[in-house]
């Protein structure tokens, strides 16, 4: 006898049928959503065509950039360069922190071929409690011809010293760490030797309306979302316009 027939006549149900097994489904929806993710991120992240009309412009009506308060940041590349960018930022501001990849990118593939000049201007927001003080350690680092050295080691390590009651100590192992004269840095650090500059350098930004960080400009030209893909685009444009 059968099993069906057999389940007939002696009345038990029939065998509940296998479910058809719903991880392929799964499998198919998760790497859709992945590609996904990955064209937007591609998206987002691709530098635009030098050419795009969607890159910020200065407009006709716009005036130069006054460079003559270029002395009150710290500038690296060539005084003659055809194009020049400027960066206000605060070393505690963590967007400042990631913005520092498009800074070395730019050093590498503008500023030592002397097409670009970077000029970077402190702007120690009030939120900040170790903002001056970081800022004080590269201004010191610098009479010692080590200022972006220091610049670099006060982002890449923002997360160890930002929130710390003992951001000056950190500091000067830095300063030895990078072979400095310690107890030259230490005494610049307790007079507040460079406090005069900063906040110099900070009326710059107030005189310029700018209140945020990171600030960026090329030559005359905000840029509205700081990132290597507008930023790399924008230098090409001005360069092809010289």
């Known amino acids: 006898m059968g099993e069906a027939k057999r389940r007939k006549n002696t009345g038990q149900p029939a065998a ?27 998206v987002i992240t691709a530098t635009p065509d030098p050419t795009s009309d969607a890159l910020p412009t200065a ?28 960066e206000f930022a605060d070393y505690q501001c963590p967007a400042c922190q ?7 990118k730019l050093k590498k593939q503008y500023v030592e071929s002397g097409q670009v000049r970077f000029v970077f201007f402190d702007l120690p ?9 970081a800022a004080l350690a590269a201004r010191c680092a610098g009479d010692q011809g080590s200022f972006w050295a220091m610049h ?7 997360y160890e010293w930002s929130g710390s009651g003992s951001a000056a100590a ?11 004269e310690t107890r030259r840095f230490q005494r ?13 350098s900070r009326q710059v930004a107030v005189q310029l309306r700018v209140n945020s960080t990171p600030t960026v400009f090329v030559d005359n030209i905000l840029l509205p979302r700081p990132g ?12 092809a316009s010289q």
């Open 16 to 42: 509940p049928k296998a479910k058809k097994s719903q991880k392929p489904l799964m499998i198919g929806l998760g790497a859709g959503v992945l590609l996904l993710v990955i064209a937007i991120v591609y």
């Open 59 to 86: 407009g006709p009506e716009a005036k130069a950039f006054p460079a003559m308060v270029d002395q009150y940041g710290v500038s690296v590349g060539s005084p003659d360069a055809p194009v020049v960018v400027r």
């Open 98 to 104: 990631q913005f520092t990849g498009a800074v070395q």
């Open 125 to 133: 927001l009030r939120q900040h409690q170790n903002a001056v003080p």
């Open 152 to 158: 670099d080691m006060l982002f890449d390590n923002q």
């Open 170 to 180: 950190m500091f000067t192992r830095y300063a030895d760490e990078l072979g400095l």
């Open 188 to 200: 610049c650090m307790d007079t507040e030797l460079h406090v005069e500059a900063i906040e110099r």
């Open 228 to 239: 290597w893909g507008q930023l790399s685009a924008v230098v090409e444009r001005e360069l």
